[in-house]
C-alpha cells in the first residue's frame, strides 16, 4: 500500500485535513512554505500519534537537523542540498535523500545513496525543495532499482497520482503545490489527493477485517446445500479474478457510464432543507439510473462476471421488480436468458414492473408459496439454481446470500458512496455529517455507507420497514426485531419464531419487504457503526408526499423509508451540519400504490 | 449405525426412509416409525419442518408446511421421541436445517437428540467447511454428523468429505431439489461408484428414488437407497402399503 505525504504544512485546518495520510512534512529551508521549528512543533501536535513527521532541509547543519528533530520532534528528515555521507550518517532518525531526474544517467546516482528512502522529483526551478513540475515518471521502468524505498514527488495531482503509483509502485508519494490553490493548501484538494491515491488500499484494508473470508464478524458463511458448493467456490474465485482484473473494471464502468448514465448528480436540497430547518440536505440521485433504482449497478457487474465465467443464463428474484427488471434490461442488452422469481403478492402491487420484465424478454415465474412475498421468490430462485447450477448464474438483487455474494454486491454498489464522497468533498469541502439510507437487503445502503465507515465522523444510519409498526406483528424491521439466524446462504439477522421457523416480513414496499438483512449490515449493527431505525408504512408514504413536493422528485416507496428517517435526524441537526439521502430509486413503479392510497391527495 | 456397516459387509442393500416428522400430527411419528421398522426398512431418517427448506422439492415442502400448521417444533419432535413405549430397532437420523438448530442452540440439540435416541443428524445447508459449528457437540454426544455429495461436489473435496465421514455417505443423485423422478441421469452410476471407492462408509443414494426402476439402476453401485418424497406422500394419502414392493425390491437379498 503506497503511504501518502503531504508537504509544506503551515496551518491548523490543512494539518487537520491530511488526518487519513501517512505523512506529513515541514518545510525548514528558504522558501514560500517555511515555518520555524516552534510553528511546526504547534502543528504537529495535532497530528495522529502514527503520522510521520517530516523535515525538510537544503545543506543544513547537522545542529539545526538535531534540533529540529528533537523539538517538533520529527521521525523522519528529508535532505534536498548536497549533504555528504557523513552527515546523513549522523542523523538519528530515517534519512530522506532527494534527487531532480534529468535522464537515466540521473537515476544511476539514486542506487549510490546511503539514504534510507530516495525521494525523485523533477528539477527545482524556484527553490530546491520541489518545483512542482511533472518529470518523466518512466525514466523510472526498467531500471534497477529497489522500488520499497522510492518516494515520488514532483507535479502530483488528484488526477494523476493513480497513474503516477501503477506505474512507479512507491513507497510513497509526496504532495505539496499539487494540493494547493493560489498558492495556499487547499482542505478539499489534500482530502481528494488522499482518497485517489489510497482508495484501493482503504477498502483493501477494510477488508482484512473480514475473518475468516466470507464472514463480517459472526456473520457470513456459505450455508447452502452441497449441489451448490461448487457454484459458490467458483464464482468466489471468479470474482477475486474479476476484481483485480483492470480490464474487468474498465468495462464494468464504461457501461455504467455509458448505458445507465454515471455518474449521478448530488443533488442540493434548497427547499428539503429550508423546510426541515436543520442541515443542509443533498441528494444522492440514483433514481436517475436507467431502469430506475440503484439495482442495475449491480446487474451490470454480476452479468459481466456470469459471461466471464461462461454462463448465459440468468435466474434471480425480485421484490419490488426493480432488480427484476434491472436483470431483463441487462439481459437484453448481452443477449443472455433471464428467468425471474416474484412473489404473487409482489406481482400484484408491481405490476408495471412485471410487464416491463416480461417486455424486455424475460420470462417472470410466480411464486405462490408462504406469503408470495420477496423471501420466498429468493427460496424459488435457489432451487431453480441447484436444478440448473451447470450452466446458470444466479444473480442475486441484494447483499444477501451466500459468500462472495455479499461481498460483490457491496463492491458493485459502493460506485454510490464513491461518488458521494468525491461529490460532497467538491461541493463542501469535507464529508457529510450524517448519511440515510433504506435498508431491505440493504444493497443500496452498503454501497453507500462501504466507503464511509472508516471516517467516524460520519453518522451512518439506515432505515428499515416498520410497517404497520414494530410492535404489531406485520413489520420488516429485523434489525429492530430480528435476531441470528441462518436463512439463503448466510447466517445474517432475521425475523424467526422461537423454533427457528422464519416469519413473514410485511412492508407496503416490496422491496423492504424481506425477513433478513445482509450479514454485513447485521455486523455493523452489533458493532454500532451504523445505526438502524424503522420507519412505518404511513410516515414512508407522507414523505413520498413531501419530497414529491418539495424538491419535484418522486421517490420510490423503499427510498421514503429513508427521507422520514433524514427529516427525523434532521431535527436535532443544525444549519452548518451536512446530510446526505441516498435516493434509491423513482416513484413510477409505485404510482398504482400511490394513487390508492393518497386517494383523493389535493 | 455399526449395524450399517454389518449389513453392508453381509452383502445387503439399506433401505432408508425419510418421513416428515409430525405430518398428520405429532402422534402421527411413533407410529411410522414403528410401521416402517416392522416392515424392514433399515434406517429412519425423522424430518423437522422449515419454513424455507431449499433443498426440498414441493411435496417435502408441503409436508413441512402441514406439519408446521400443526405447529410442530424441533423441540416437540424430540420430546415425542424421548416418549416412545416401544422398541425402537432402527437407527434414527433427525434431518433438520441448520436454522432450527442454532434457534434451539447446537450443544442443547445435540444432547436432546442423543436423550431422543438418534444416531446421527443431517444438516442439508450446513457444508463441510462450517461443520464445526455442529460437530464438536455431536461428537461429545456420539451423534454421527452425516454428510453429503452431489454430482456437482467436485474431486477434491469429494476426497476429503469421503475421508471424514461417518455412519453413511449421502450420495445425492440428481442436481436439484427433493421429489420423485421418472428417470435418473446417465451419471449417476458412475459417480456413485465412485463415491464407493473412496467411502469408509457405506453409500446410499438418495433424492429422487421412487421406483424399483432407480433401484436397479444404481444397486450394483451403492449400498443402500433413501426414500423421501415418495414416502412422505404415501402416508399422507394413507396408502403405505404401495411402497412395499419397492422396500422389498431393496432389502430383500438378490441372487445374480
Ligand atoms: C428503489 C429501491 N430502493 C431500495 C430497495 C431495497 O433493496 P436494498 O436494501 O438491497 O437496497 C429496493 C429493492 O427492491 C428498491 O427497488
Redesign the interface.
Known sequence: MTRVKICGLMEEQHVKAASQADAIGFVFAPSKRRVSVERAQELSRLANNDMQRIGVFVNASYEEIDEAVKTVPLTMVQLHGDEPDELIRRIDVPVIQAFSIRSPDDVEKLNNSIADYILVDAPGTDYRGGSGHVFDWSLLENVNLDHSRLILAGGLNKDNVQAAISQTTPFMVDVSSGVETAGRKDEVKIQQFILQAKGDSMERTQEKTIDPVGFFGRYGGQFVPETLMKAVKELEAAYEDAKNDDEFQKEYHHYLKEYVGREQPLTFAARMTEAWGGPKIYLKREDLNHTGAHKVNNAIGQALLAQRMGKRKIVAETGAGQHGVATATICALFDLDCVVFMGEEDIKRQQLNVFRMKLLGARVESVTKGSGTLKDAVNEALRYWVTNVEDTHYLIGSALGPHPFPTMVRDFQSVIGKETKRQILEKEGRLPDAIVACVGGGSNAIGMFHPFVEDASVRLIGAEAAGAGVDTDRHAATLTKGSEGVLHGAMMKILQDDAGQVQEAHSISAGLDYPGIGPEHAHLADNGRVTYEAITDDEALASVIEMSRLEGIIPALETAHAIAEAKKQAQSMTADEVLVICVSGRGDKDMATYAEKLEGLS | MKRLAELKQAGHKAFVAYIMAGDGGIEKLGEQIQYLQERGVTAIEVGIP???P??D?PTI?AAGNRA?DKGI???KVLDEMQRFDFEVKVPLVIMT????????GAERFTQEAKKAGASGVII???????RQLIEPFAKQQELVLIQ???????ES?LEEILKQAEGFVYA?TV???TGTRDDLAEEVGAFTRKVRELSPVPVYAGFGISKESHVNMLRDDVDGFIVGSAIVQAFHEDRIEDLEPLIDAVTIPHSV
Open positions: 422449515f419454513s424455507d431449499v433443498a422439492g415442502e408446521l417444533t424441533l423441540e436445517y441448520l436454522n432450527p438448530v442454532i434457534r434451539f442439508p445447508d450446513l457444508p463441510f467447511e462450517h453429503l455429495v452431489t454430482l456437482t461436489t467436485i473435496r445425492v442436481t436439484g431439489i
